[in-house]
Structure formats: C-alpha cells, structure tokens
C-alpha cells in the first residue's frame, strides 16, 4: 500500500479501519487493474505473443552473444519443458 503512486504514510494508515482500507484503497486499486480501460483513456492491446521460431531463438541469442552450444542445449531443454521435440518450429 505504501509503495504504490497514491502512497500513503504509515501515519495516514493507522488512522484508517480495515474497513476503509479494504474497500476504498484496495478494492477500488484490484477493479481498475483488472479493467481493460487505461488512465489514458486507450484500449487495452489484446496479447497474442507470436512462438519464437528456432531460428528467431538463435538470431537473439548470437545478439546476446551467446555461443551455438549454448542456444542449442536452452532450445531443447525449452522444447522438452513445453513437451515438444526439437524438429518442431524450426
């Protein structure tokens, strides 16, 4: 509660019931996050993240400076976590 933009200090919470606290600064914090409607007044963008190929995979990580071996061993062990093999998406 203290380290959001509203903050409020320890002082000014002490001075509120649990009631006051619950349903006019958190609940109120939950609703807006939880809404699609930004303070700017915009939509909110619907994510779809696109699967990163193996090729895009290796293309980031040579830019990260990682070696070959390297990428090829998190490919696989990401693959096997998804239950996938590695022909797949290459």
Not at 25 to 32: G, Q, T
């Amino acid at each position: 509660m203290m380290g959001e933009p509203w903050c409020k200090s320890v002082a000014e919470l002490r001075k509120l019931t649990d009631w006051q606290i619950k349903n006019l600064l958190f609940l109120p914090a939950l609703r807006k996050a939880a809404g699609s409607e930004r303070t700017d007044g915009k939509k909110l963008r619907q994510r779809n993240p696109k699967k990163m190929t193996k090729k895009e995979y290796f293309i980031v990580g040579e830019k990260l400076g990682c070696t070959p071996a390297m990428m090829e061993k998190q490919w696989a062990d990401a693959q096997a976590k998804m239950g996938k093999n590695d022909a797949s998406n290459s």
